[in-house]
Nanobody, 122 residues
């Protein structure tokens, strides 16, 4: 599966952005999808994930209540709605997919899209 992330940009603190990750292929529903981010000088960290069916989601504590992950199987796309953005959300955001695992560990995801930059100003 090939992944194409988009939707990053510049936002003010308290603002919102929606990231999209479009997947190729006809078996999109087989893949759990994850969002990760990497800030300058920091390791890549888990942000959110959603199962292939969309029935279960996971979030890192720092984004709970502010970010929402969802997917649209008709469009082969997963979304990350980011509200109440904070400067510490500034990072390059990556989407990832795997058809065997659903979790928070980046090494468990086999497929990755290119990153999209999110910058939040204070």
């Amino acid at each position: 599966v090939q992944l194409q992330a988009s939707g990053g940009g510049l936002a003010q603190a308290g603002g919102s952005l929606r990231l999209s990750c479009a997947a190729s292929g006809r078996t999109f529903s087989r893949y759990a999808m994850g969002w990760f981010r990497q800030a300058p000088g920091k390791e890549r960290e888990f942000v959110a994930a959603i199962t292939g069916s969309g029935g279960s989601t996971l979030y890192v504590d720092s984004v709970k209540g502010r970010f929402t992950v969802s997917r649209d199987s008709a469009k082969n796309t997963v979304y990350l709605q980011m509200n109440s953005l904070k400067p510490e959300d500034t990072a390059v955001y990556y989407c990832a997919a795997d058809d065997r695992r659903f979790g928070i560990v980046s090494d468990e995801y086999a497929y990755w899209g290119q990153g999209t930059q999110v910058t939040v100003s204070s």
